[in-house]
């Protein structure tokens, strides 16, 4: 670590919600800070979208603050060395790029379009290369030069990389990478329009915010070559060079990308965007441990870990060079354990939005009742609206009279169990779930049959669900009247069913 002070900065291009490499790449760069007593520093790069998005930006804002990426300087907040959306910047790159003109450093190329696409097809036809074929306006006259300057107006400034020699850029997670300079192009630093070029902007702001760390996808790699020579040309200290591993595909095959999204084995798509995890019932604390996994190593084979213990053992060195899978599976795993770690009430809260959002009517005492008792089997919260329906419908509709019949009995045998255990549920001194249990464990004994076969028809007349909660926690928590009521129409159906017979 070099002696500057951590000043790291994540630098999305707002485009709308947080992609889960975004995430990644947040994250790691948040740890970075946080583990060095650093500042961290939201920086937006807008250069491509010509205006300023408030609508994509703040959706960024909203997934860095759930996951619980905090920044010390950034919009919103502000800081010694805003403004920290590019767009608002643009007089400095004009500046520093015109600078690199005087210096000799760049050039301004004018040439258009169709002049640059029949050079690059010249010289792969003659060279075999395409290095150096947008090196056209490099050595105009002072005459040729205003003359262009004249008849088009219009012109790029083109960084003029230097012709020999190499380039070493020494990345902090994969060592030393050399560049042959006379493989790199004039990369354009200002656009026609006069909005700078991710190199430009980025080696601007970067050193004018004092960043110590650049902390960004390894797809970067092949640029790192031209920043480094930026650096140079303007005579400044370059930042510590960290590229890290991008996130592949579950299956280990390409980038996850939004456009052509993963699918799960049974076919369903596996969201890319952070918030899509936050609306499927993810937990922040969940999504953060998961990805701390991915492309960082806690050190020994633990998987779980909160962040507070990542922060004590926080260092670049355990960042890895190689891409690593997106192991959906084990994301919903560890949402599982996080959500087996809450106390009933936090769950209940947590829970709360998920069951309102599909319209139901939620008692927040019955949803405390049945949360200890479904805790065990969620692997996020979305999940719950389906294991708990039964208790908010306002209209319950009871299963198909079929469904109320177990295997080896037929409709009447079935009829005379319910009424049994309706009898035996209504005169029960207290609903409590170990009471009924007991009791009802005691009448299929009674009754010679096995406690599954009066305890699933039970389920499903009072639930009407395939899946569902234990049989008489569930019942405990629908209360003794509604559940009366339900086996009571269960066997109502089941009488016209022998009646028909
Ligand atoms: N705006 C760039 C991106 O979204 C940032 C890369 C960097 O961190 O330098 O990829």
């Not at 210096?103 to 696409?117: D, I, M, P, V, W």
């Not at 074929?133 to 005459?143: G, P, V």
């Not at 400044?236 to 960290?242: F, N």
Request: proline residues 5%; charged residues 25%.
């Amino acid at each position: 670590m070099s002696d500057r002070p951590v000043r790291v900065r994540f630098a999305p291009s707002p485009t709308g919600y947080l992609h889960i490499g975004g995430a990644r790449t947040a994250l790691l760069t948040w740890l970075l800070a946080r583990s060095h007593d650093g500042t961290f520093i939201l920086r937006i790069e807008d250069t491509d979208q010509k205006r300023y998005n408030e609508d994509a930006t703040h959706k960024l804002m909203e997934d860095l603050r759930w996951l619980g990426l905090d920044w010390d300087e950034g919009p919103e907040i502000g800081g010694d060395y805003g403004p920290y959306i590019q767009s608002q910047r643009l007089d400095l790159y004009q500046k520093w790029a015109n600078w690199l003109v005087e210096q000799g450093k760049a050039y301004r190329c004018y040439a258009t379009q169709e002049e640059l696409a029949r050079a690059r097809e010249i010289a792969q036809k003659t060279t075999g290369k395409v290095a150096g074929y947008e090196r056209m306006h490099r050595y105009l006259s002072d005459e040729e030069r205003a003359k262009l300057q004249e008849e088009r107006g219009s012109y790029v400034i083109r960084f003029a990389m230097p012709l020999e020699g190499k380039t070493e850029v020494y990345d902090r997670v994969r060592g030393k990478i050399v560049f042959n300079n006379a493989e790199q192009n004039d990369a354009v630093l200002l656009k026609s329009d006069g909005f700078p070029t991710y190199h430009l902007a980025m080696a601007v702001d970067d050193h004018f915010m004092e960043i110590s760390h650049v902390t960004r996808t390894e797809e970067w790699i092949p640029s790192a070559g031209l920043h480094q020579q930026l650096y140079q040309a303007f005579g400044w200290e370059p930042p510590e060079w960290v590229h890290m591993p991008v996130i592949l595909n579950p299956n280990g095959k390409g980038k996850m990308s939004k456009r052509n999204p993963p699918v799960r084995e049974d076919g369903t798509v596996i969201p890319v965007l952070v918030h899509d995890y936050r609306e499927a019932g993810y937990l922040p604390d969940a999504m953060v441990n998961f990805l701390t996994n991915i492309g960082w190593s806690f050190g020994d084979d633990r998987e779980v870990f909160d962040v507070q213990e990542t922060l004590n053992e926080f260092t670049i060195s355990r960042i890895s060079p190689s891409s690593g899978a997106f192991p959906v599976s084990k994301l919903d795993w560890i949402n599982g354990v996080y959500i087996r770690q809450k106390s009933t009430d936090e769950l209940a809260d947590l829970l709360l939005p998920f069951l309102e959002r599909v319209g139901y009517q939620v008692d927040r005492e019955k949803l405390a009742g049945i949360v200890p008792h479904i805790q065990e089997r969620l692997k996020t919260l979305q999940e719950a609206a389906e294991w708990t329906r039964f208790l908010w419908i306002e209209e319950f509709a009871p299963a198909p009279p079929e469904d109320l019949i177990p295997k080896k009995l037929d409709a009447a045998q079935s009829l005379e169990l319910l009424r049994a255990a309706y009898a035996t549920l209504r005169d029960l001194d207290n609903f409590g779930w170990e009471t009924q249990e007991a009791a009802l464990r005691a009448l299929a004994k009674e009754h010679g049959v096995k406690a599954g076969q009066l305890f699933n028809p039970l389920r499903v007349a009072t639930t009407a669900q395939q899946v569902a909660p234990p049989l008489f926690q569930s019942m405990e928590v629908l209360g003794r009247e509604e559940t009366l009521r339900r086996i009571q129409l269960a066997i109502a159906a089941l009488e016209r069913l022998v009646e028909d017979e």
